[in-house]
């Protein structure tokens, strides 16, 4: 408030006081307010961002008809995409898509599917003017690239179109010699990743739908928890280890069409390492700064009539918002415009903030169009190839740790390294992979005193990428997504 506002306050005469009619006032407005927030409360739920779902699947519910599970033809032509071709005279129904065809006949089990006759074990009925067909002629329909693939899922009581990846099956855990197996049935290995490799919170993806069950029986150690995650690209697993597990291995077998993941008490050479992991417990973020790459005459990758700078700075913005919606914490841009700054003026700025957590924000490019994704950059979390921190080492080697001051991220590369594995988890199950994790001081850090990382958001040289930056909600999606992942670090659950 003002000198001259407080002044003009003191000079004003005063009143006698009116308790009575001031309450009643005061009584109006809160019940005023209250309509309000009661009219506005609609409007200001649809303008929240919707939390993560699952993977939605396009579906249609079945139906029994005289004791038979039946799927009505027009949905089933909705999910196989099928053009409708009515026979009166015969009573017959045929659907016609991606040339393919199926014939159904009214009281009649004998189905045409191309040239194919099959006989079901029941009829295709009509009931209320629509045919109903029993859900078994499902797994007789055409499996070729051209053609959806259903699947009917007792469990949600519906007929689903399969996505890329096909079906995952339920996982099968063997135990002995020192080492640990989960054997997934999958119809495309090679699509499966390891998308985070902390033992508290060990995550792999696969591109399918999962059709299984989780086993519920005791886990071997060293497991100690096995949960299926929302994906909507997929599905995925979080696996919870003991601090027993030394390392870990994956295994993809196209000709068995599994995938193995073993984790063995002891590792060395033919194991991979675990992600290090900071102490226990919440996180304390204060403060977060976020950095938009480029800007000015620096105008980073362009392609597909978009420029990074100016994308960076959109997300900045929108994550910005994110942010402070769920955080108690201050957050802050190193740059609200377009103009460039310097590596040196980008660290200041984090720095002179006392930054808990500065995420500088890039979008990748390359020549090939092939590539796409997003891409994470830290501090290598290790010392001469052992699993120590700098931190740690300097604690166990000698009292103090002199470091150049453009290293100091240094200090912070265990806690950045899960930093950018929560937040390309987040990305990998919100349908922004595939990820990528480089442990290499990236130019954006130097001089910066707090854990960070670079995170290439998508590849603007991918089409792909691109069409989905440019949807309505492209953007707020993808801050959601990397909103998810910081949250998850915050919490260190």
Same mark, same amino acid.
């Given at each position: ?152 899922? %007792? #469990? /949600?009581?519906? +007929?689903? $179109?399969?996505? *890329? !990846?096909?079906?995952? @099956?339920?996982?099968? &855990?063997?135990? =002995? ?104 417990? %919440? #996180? /304390?973020?204060? +403060?977060? $700064?976020?950095? *938009? !790459?480029?800007?000015? @005459?620096?105008?980073? &990758?362009?392609? =597909? ?105 240094? #200090? ?82």
């Amino acid at each position: 408030m003002s000198a001259s506002r407080v002044r003009r306050l003191e000079s004003a005469p005063r009143m006698a006081p009116r308790r009575a009619p001031a309450r009643r006032e005061r009584g109006r407005r809160w019940v005023a307010l209250a309509a309000l927030c009661v009219a506005l409360a609609p409007a200001l739920a649809a303008a929240l961002p919707a939390p993560p779902a699952a993977q939605t699947l396009e579906s249609a519910p079945v139906r029994n008809v005289e004791g038979t599970t039946c799927i009505g033809a027009n949905d089933l032509a909705r999910l196989l995409d099928a053009t409708k071709y009515w026979h009166p005279e015969v009573r017959k129904l045929e659907l016609r898509a991606h040339g393919h065809r199926v014939q159904l006949t009214a009281d009649n089990p004998f189905v045409l599917v191309d040239d194919a006759t099959l006989r079901l074990d029941d009829p295709v009925r009509s009931v209320d003017g629509e045919f109903q067909v029993p859900v078994q002629l499902i797994d007789s329909l055409p499996s070729d690239s051209s053609e959806s693939r259903l699947l009917y899922d %007792p #469990r /949600r009581s519906s +007929v689903l $179109v399969l996505p *890329p !990846g096909g079906v995952v @099956g339920t996982p099968r &855990v063997t135990s =002995g010699e020192g080492v640990t197996r989960i054997v997934f049935p999958v119809e495309r290995p090679e699509d499966a990743a390891v998308v985070a490799r902390a033992r508290a919170h060990f995550r792999v993806r696969f591109t399918g739908f999962f059709a299984g069950t989780v086993p519920d029986s005791a886990l071997p150690a060293p497991l100690r928890g096995l949960v299926v995650l929302p994906s909507l690209t997929g599905c995925a697993f979080e696996l919870r280890l003991g601090p027993e597990a030394g390392g870990f291995r994956i295994e993809r077998d196209a000709r068995a069409r599994r995938v193995t993941l073993s984790f063995a008490r002891a590792g060395g050479a033919g194991w991979e390492a675990f992600a290090p992991e900071g102490p226990p417990g %919440p #996180r /304390r973020i204060r +403060v977060v $700064v976020i950095d *938009p !790459g480029h800007g000015g @005459g620096d105008t980073g &990758v362009s392609a =597909g009539g978009l420029l990074e700078k100016d994308l960076t700075l959109v997300l900045a913005r929108e994550l910005r918002r994110e942010l402070q919606r769920r955080l108690a914490a201050r957050v802050m841009l190193t740059r609200d415009d377009d103009r460039a700054l310097s590596v040196d003026e980008r660290a200041e700025f984090a720095n002179r903030s006392r930054a808990d957590l500065v995420l500088s924000l890039h979008f990748d490019g390359f020549p090939g169009v092939l590539a796409r994704g997003a891409s994470a950059y830290c501090p290598p979390a290790v010392v001469g190839g052992s699993s120590e921190s700098r931190a740690d080492a300097a604690s166990a080697a000698a009292p103090l740790l002199v470091l150049p001051w453009r290293e100091v991220a240094s #200090r912070h590369a265990v806690e950045s390294r899960a930093l950018a594995e929560a937040v390309l988890s987040s990305l990998e199950l919100r349908g922004e992979g595939p990820t990528r994790l480089r442990e290499v001081l990236p130019m954006s850090l130097l001089g910066v005193n707090a854990p960070g990382m670079l995170l290439e958001c998508a590849t603007l040289t991918s089409e792909v990428d691109r069409a989905r930056l440019a949807q309505s909600d492209g953007m707020a999606a993808l801050a959601s997504a990397i909103a998810d992942g910081i949250e998850a670090w915050q919490r260190n659950e």
